[in-house]
T-cell receptor, first 114, second 113 residues
Framework: DSGVTQTPKHLITATGQRVTLRCSPR?????VYWYQQSLDQGLQFLIQ???????AKGNILERFSAQQFPDLHSELNLSSLELGDSALYFC?????????????FGQGTRLTVV | AQSVTQPDIHITVSEGASLELRCNYS??????LFWYVQSPGQGLQLLLK??????LVQGIKGFEAEFKRSQSSFNLRKPSVHWSDAAEYFC???????????FGTGTRLTIIP
């Protein structure tokens, strides 16, 4: 158990809908990362937050948004869902969000868009 | 832009045999290098990491990796694999001031009895 909690574990929804994925980081970790894992794209970095502020942005679509709340949990919002958004979405957390600090991954949320 | 190449999509080895998984990175600066393992239905677990110093690093579960700057490589090794090592292995690279990790496409390891 990495200490990073993601909910829900599985999500099935229809095209055009909006979903929210939730992540609770390890106790004491200030930084949260979101990654998307799909068969064709592999593991892609989406976005990083540190102590409530956006720190780095990757290949995140405009239909997607995220935020980190004062209690440090984070949510990833996916809207106007398309079939191609079906993937495993991982959250990771680290103490200070720097590249040389170990990031601990949650077990992921598997999103299926039908 | 930084990139990571894992040239082997799938490797099959016999239980008890040695293992080497290849990883090459591309960037001019000194990288931070990582190997993660993903078991079916699980998240990623860090096996080992290299930031600086000794180029041979030891990790968990008996794995080690060697950083070779001249070859831009960070290959993962294990002298004797166990059936429980069957999983997907990802190499990743990061850099000071560039806080996101870039992952390779992964190598799926199958262990045969």
């Amino acid at each position: 158990d990495s200490g990073v909690t993601q909910t829900p574990k599985h999500l099935i929804t229809a095209t055009g809908q909006r979903v929210t994925l939730r992540c609770s980081p390890r106790s004491g970790d200030l930084s949260v990362y979101w990654y998307q894992q799909s068969l064709d794209q592999g593991l892609q970095f989406l976005i990083q937050y540190y102590n409530g502020e956006e720190r780095a942005k990757g290949n995140i679509l405009e239909r997607f948004s995220a935020q980190q709340f004062p209690d440090l949990h984070s949510e990833l919002n996916l809207s106007s869902l398309e079939l191609g958004d079906s993937a495993l979405y991982f959250c990771a957390s680290s103490v200070d969000g720097t590249a040389n600090t170990e990031a601990f991954f949650g077990q992921g949320t598997r999103l299926t868009v039908v | 832009a930084q990139s990571v190449t894992q040239p082997d999509i799938h490797i099959t080895v016999s239980e008890g045999a040695s293992l080497e998984l290849r990883c090459n990175y591309s960037y001019g600066a000194t990288p931070y290098l990582f190997w993660y393992v993903q078991s079916p239905g699980q998240g990623l677990q860090l096996l080992l990491k290299y930031f600086s110093g000794d180029t041979l690093v030891q990790g968990i579960k008996g794995f080690e990796a060697e950083f070779k700057r001249s070859q831009s490589s960070f290959n993962l090794r294990k002298p004797s694999v166990h059936w429980s090592d069957a999983a997907e292995y990802f190499c990743a690279v990061g850099y000071f001031g560039n806080e996101k990790l870039t992952f390779g496409t992964g190598t799926r390891l199958t262990i045969i009895p």
